[in-house]
C-alpha cells in the first residue's frame, strides 16, 4: 500500500473511530439541543418571527394529569397564533424533563396566554413553577399579571446556572391556595447559552465585585435605549427581544435620540457578539444640545421591581458622535447611589464605534418606596469635559436569585381605577366574562405624541404581596403586548359611566359601540385622518349626516384610562368657539373612544411645516387670526372657567383647524384644574407634557401654573413665524431647539434670517416686531415675568392691527400711552357659557382695539 492509501485508510479509520465514541462520552446531540415547544400543539408550526415550534407531545408522560387545549377566543394583539392559541393544562404537579449540557448556561422561557381553556376560566389559575430546585415562579396568576399590566401574553425569562447532572427538571404545580386551580403553559424555550454574566461592581462598595458565575436571573427589563423594538429574529443569536426606552422616561427632559451614521464594529475580546446586537449600539439618547440646560437635569429612568433582591443593570455604551477622550464625561447613578464617576466611553471602549459594556449591581430592600428602581445619567462637570452630555445606548435589568434559591416574586397589582371597572363591568353584565381596561385612551390629531412621565400601573401594596407569583415581568409593554382595543375575548357590555362622574355623564353623549363601529365603517383604515399619543383618529359620520372625529384607544397608548376621564369631565363642562367640541364618548366591551365635531382642516402643523419641511400655504394673516383664536381658548381656560384650567400640552398638533380656518385647542387629556385658594400660586404636580414645549421653570420645580402654557404657546408662535418643528436633531446643535434658537435671533435683531421663506415678503416690520416681541417674553425662564394669556391674545390682536393698518394702530397705541393691555376682559363662567353658546368671544373684544380702523375681516 502506497502513503497515499495509508493516510487515506488512517483517516477512514479515524472517522469510524470517533462516530462510534459513547454518546456518554462525548456532547451528544440532545445535550446541544435547543427546546421549543408550542405547548398542547399537534404539529410542529412556525411562529410570525420564523422560528419553528414542535409539539410537547414527546416530553409529556401519560400520568394523566394534563389536559390539552385551544384558547377559546384570540386577541388580536397576539403576536402569533404559534404557540399561544394552544395549552397544555396541568391539574397537579407535573415535570417536563429535559437533557441540557452540563457546562451551560440556560435560556428558560415561559409563555403564558391567558385565555379560557376548556371552560377553565383564566383568573382561576394560579401556580408555582420550579427549575430543579430553583423557584421561578410561585403562586403566579397569568390573568391578573396581564390585566395589572395590560398585557395580552406574558414572558417570562430567566438564565439558569448550569446543571452538573445534565438534566433539567420543570415542574408545574397548581397552587394549594385556592380551590380548583390548574397551571398551564402555551410555550417553552431551553436554549443553552454562553456564560455573558461573570461579575458586577457593588453600588455603594465600588472596590467590590459580586460574583454572578453562581446565581440564576430573570429579565425584568431589556431596552434598545434611543432605538426601537428588535425581535428576538435580529438579535445576535441568543434570540432575545428588545424594547423601546421611552415608557421608563422620567420627566418631560428626556434628551434626544440619535443614530450612528459611522459602522459599528464589535471589539475582538472584550464584547462578543452575543452581549447584544449592533442595532443596539447603533443608536442612542443623550441629553440634548444645551449645556446649561444639561447641567441642571439628570437624564432618568424608573422601574418597577420586586423589593427584597438584588439586580443586576447592565449599561451598553457606544460612541459613534465624538472622537477623544473627555469630550462627554458623566456620573451614572442608581436608586440615588454613585456607581460610577467621570463614565468616558471613549476611554473604556478605546475609540469610536466600538461597543462597550459596564455592569453594576446594588440590592432593593423593603423600606416603603423599595419597589422602583432609578437610574440618572448626569454631566461630571467637575472633570470639565468638553461637553455638559451624557450618552446610553442600552440597558438591561436582571433580578438574581435569593440565598434560599428564589427567583418569585408577588403578582402585580391592578390599579384601584381597574378593580372598579371591573367590578361595575360584572354587575352590568350579570355574569358574563369580564372585560379587561385596556392601557391607552384615543388622542390628539397627528403629531408628535405626548409624553406621559409616570406611566406607571402598579402600585404595590404591601398586604397584597401574600397573593404572589410575579410582581414585575420584562416587559414588553407593548410592540404587540397590549391588551387590543377589540378583545375578543370580551362579552357583554360596561357600564358607560364605570370611569366618569356623575356630571360628565350628565353633559355628555353616550354612544354604544355598535354606533362608533357604524359611524367608521367599522374603524375601516381608510377613514383613518391622524395618530397621535392616545391612537388612531377616523373620520366618521353619525345621525345621518353629522362628520365627526373618533378617537379610539390604542392599545400601545402611553396614556390611560385617567387621561380618557380628564378628557370627557374638562371638555362636557367647557362651550367656547376656540375649543374643540365634544360630542360624545362610548366604553364599552373593552374599547374607549371620544366623539367629536369634525376639524375638516387638521391641525395647524401640517398647514405650515410636514416633517422638517415649509409646505405652507398659510398667509400672515391667516397665521395670526390662528394665533389669536388659540389664544382665546387659552385664555378662557385661564380666566373664564370656574376655576383656573392649565392645558399642559399647547402645541401645534394639539390647535385644530375648521372648515373656515378657525382655529380650536383640542386635547385636554393631561390638562389640570389649577390653584383656585387665595394663598395658592401653583399645583404641585408630576411633570408632564411634550418635550420641546415644556416650560423649563415647570420642570424644575414641579410646580404648575398658567405661565406653563404661556411658555409653550411661546414656542407655537415661533412655529408659526418660521416653520419648522419645535426640536429637529437633523440641525446643528445650537439649532436642535427652535425656542433657544429663534430667542437667539430675536435677542441679535435678526429674527428675519429664519422667518418662513414663504410669508417672509408679505410681513409689515411693525407686525413682525409686536409678533416677536411676544413671543420672545412668553419664552421667559420664570413664570413671573411671562404675559398672562390676556396679555399675549392682546398683542397678537395689535400685531394684526400692526399688518392691516399700521399708521392706525400706533396712533390707537399713542392715544392710550403705550399701554399694551388696555382692555377689561370680562370671561364667562362654565354655568354662563353654557346658556350663551359658542361665540362668547365676541363679549371679550378690546374696547381700544374696536375703535381701530380697517379691522377687516374681523
Request: aromatic share 10%; charged share 20%.
Amino acid at each position: 500500500m502506497n502513503s497515499n492509501g495509508r493516510i487515506f485508510f488512517l483517516l477512514v479509520f479515524f472517522f469510524i473511530t470517533l462516530n462510534s465514541i459513547p454518546v456518554s462520552s462525548k456532547d451528544s446531540a440532545s445535550e446541544s439541543k435547543s427546546y421549543i415547544l408550542a405547548c398542547g400543539a399537534s404539529g410542529e408550526g412556525t411562529d410570525t418571527d420564523g422560528r419553528k415550534w414542535e409539539p410537547d407531545t414527546k416530553y409529556v408522560n401519560s400520568s394523566g394529569n394534563t389536559i390539552t387545549a385551544s384558547a377559546e377566543t384570540q386577541d388580536p394583539s397576539l403576536p402569533s397564533t404559534i404557540p399561544y392559541m394552544t395549552a397544555r393544562i396541568f391539574t397537579s404537579a407535573f415535570t417536563y424533563k429535559f437533557s441540557v449540557p452540563k457546562k451551560s448556561r440556560l435560556w428558560v422561557r415561559l409563555h403564558f396566554y391567558p385565555s379560557t381553556y376548556s371552560s377553565l376560566q383564566a383568573n382561576a389559575s394560579y401556580f408555582a413553577v420550579t427549575a430543579n430546585k430553583l423557584q421561578l415562579l410561585k403562586n403566579f396568576s397569568a390573568s391578573i399579571t396581564a390585566q395589572a399590566l395590560t398585557m395580552v401574553y406574558i414572558i417570562k425569562e430567566f438564565s439558569l446556572t448550569p446543571i452538573e447532572s445534565g438534566n433539567l427538571d420543570l415542574t408545574f404545580t397548581p397552587s394549594s391556595d385556592y380551590e380548583d386551580s390548574y397551571g398551564f403553559v402555551n410555550g417553552i424555550e431551553v436554549i443553552p447559552m454562553p456564560d455573558i454574566y461573570q461579575s458586577a461592581v457593588v453600588v455603594g462598595l465600588s472596590q467590590d465585585n459580586l460574583d454572578l458565575t453562581n446565581s440564576s436571573l430573570q429579565t425584568m427589563y431589556r431596552l434598545n435605549v434611543g432605538g426601537q423594538y428588535i425581535p428576538a429574529s435580529n438579535d445576535s443569536g441568543l434570540t432575545r427581544t428588545w424594547y423601546d426606552d421611552t415608557p421608563y422616561l422620567f420627566g418631560a427632559a428626556i434628551g434626544v435620540t440619535g443614530k450612528s451614521n459611522i459602522t459599528i464594529k464589535y471589539p475582538t475580546a472584550d464584547v462578543p457578539k452575543s452581549i447584544a446586537p449592533l442595532d443596539v449600539y447603533s443608536t442612542a439618547r443623550t441629553m440634548g444640545p444645551d449645556p446649561r440646560v444639561n447641567a441642571n437635569y439628570n437624564l432618568t429612568w424608573v422601574f418597577y421591581v420586586d423589593s427584597n433582591f438584588t439586580y443586576l443593570l447592565r449599561f451598553h455604551f457606544c460612541e459613534f458622535y465624538l472622537t477623544r477622550s473627555n469630550q462627554r464625561a458623566f456620573d451614572i447613578y442608581i436608586n440615588n447611589q454613585t456607581a460610577q464617576t467621570d463614565a468616558d466611553v471613549i476611554s473604556w471602549a478605546g475609540s469610536q464605534g466600538v461597543p462597550f459594556y459596564k455592569d453594576y449591581s446594588i440590592h432593593v430592600g423593603d423600606q416603603s418606596g423599595d419597589d422602583q428602581l432609578w437610574v440618572a445619567l448626569h454631566p461630571d462637570i467637575e472633570e470639565k469635559p468638553q461637553y455638559y452630555d451624557s450618552i446610553l445606548n442600552g440597558l438591561e435589568i436582571f433580578k438574581l436569585n435569593d440565598q434560599s434559591g428564589n427567583l418569585a416574586g408577588p403578582n402585580p397589582v391592578p390599579s384601584a381605577m381597574q378593580v372598579k371597572a371591573e367590578a361595575e363591568k360584572d354587575f352590568s353584565s350579570s355574569g358574563s366574562s369580564r372585560s379587561k381596561v385596556v392601557s391607552g385612551v384615543a388622542g390628539g390629531a397627528a403629531g408628535l405624541a405626548v409624553v406621559s412621565i409616570f406611566i406607571f400601573v402598579l402600585k404595590k401594596k404591601k398586604d397584597l404581596r401574600s397573593q404572589s407569583g410575579s410582581r414585575t415581568t420584562w416587559l414588553p409593554l407593548y410592540v404587540n403586548s397590549h391588551t387590543s382595543g377589540s378583545k375578543s375575548t370580551i362579552s357583554g357590555k360596561s357600564n358607560a359611566s364605570s370611569h366618569l362622574s356623575n356630571l360628565a355623564q350628565g353633559l355628555c353623549r353616550h354612544f354604544s359601540l355598535a354606533e362608533i363601529k357604524h359611524a367608521t365603517k367599522n374603524f375601516e383604515e381608510s377613514n383613518v385622518i391622524g395618530v397621535g399619543g392616545f391612537g388612531k383618529v377616523y373620520k366618521g359620520v353619525i345621525d345621518q349626516g353629522t362628520k365627526v372625529a373618533i378617537k379610539r384607544s390604542n392599545p400601545s397608548s402611553e396614556q390611560g384610562v385617567n387621561e380618557f376621564q380628564t378628557e370627557i369631565e374638562m371638555l362636557s363642562k367647557l362651550r367656547h368657539k376656540h375649543l374643540v367640541s365634544l360630542i360624545g364618548f362610548c366604553e364599552e366591551d373593552g374599547e374607549m373612544a371620544l366623539v367629536y365635531d369634525h376639524m375638516a382642516n387638521g391641525t395647524l402643523r401640517e398647514h405650515i411645516y410636514k416633517g422638517n419641511k415649509p409646505t405652507s400655504s398659510l398667509s400672515w394673516r391667516q397665521r395670526l387670526e390662528i394665533c389669536i383664536g388659540a389664544a382665546r381658548g387659552l385664555h378662557y381656560l385661564h380666566t373664564g372657567a370656574k376655576y383656573t384650567i392649565i392645558h399642559r400640552d399647547v402645541k401645534t398638533t394639539n390647535i385644530l383647524l375648521d372648515e373656515k380656518w378657525v382655529a380650536k385647542v383640542s386635547d385636554f387629556g393631561l390638562s389640570k384644574t389649577g390653584p383656585n385658594l387665595n394663598n395658592q400660586s401653583h399645583v404641585s404636580t408630576v411633570v408632564k407634557g411634550s418635550f420641546g414645549y415644556l416650560d423649563p421653570e415647570y420642570f424644575r420645580r414641579q410646580q404648575l401654573t398658567e405661565k406653563s402654557d404661556v411658555y409653550s404657546f411661546g414656542v407655537v408662535l415661533f412655529e408659526v413665524l418660521c416653520a419648522r418643528p419645535a426640536l429637529n436633531p437633523n440641525l446643528s446643535k445650537e439649532q436642535v431647539s427652535l425656542a433657544d434658537w429663534a430667542l437667539n435671533r430675536q435677542k441679535k435683531g435678526i429674527i428675519e434670517d429664519i422667518i418662513d421663506p414663504h410669508i417672509k415678503a408679505e410681513i409689515q416690520s411693525e407686525s413682525l416686531k409686536k409678533f416677536a416681541e411676544t413671543a420672545e417674553k412668553c419664552l421667559s425662564d420664570q413664570g413671573i415675568h411671562r404675559p398672562s394669556m390676556g396679555d399675549v391674545l392682546w398683542n397678537l390682536e395689535f400685531a394684526l392691527q400692526m399688518q392691516d393698518n399700521p399708521d392706525g394702530a400706533k396712533l390707537a397705541l399713542e392715544s392710550k400711552g403705550n399701554d399694551t393691555y388696555a382692555m377689561n376682559r370680562q370671561m364667562p363662567t362654565i354655568e354662563e357659557e353654557s346658556s350663551s353658546g359658542e361665540d362668547t368671544d365676541d363679549m371679550s373684544n378690546n374696547k381700544m382695539l374696536s375703535q381701530m380702523e380697517n379691522r377687516r375681516g374681523r
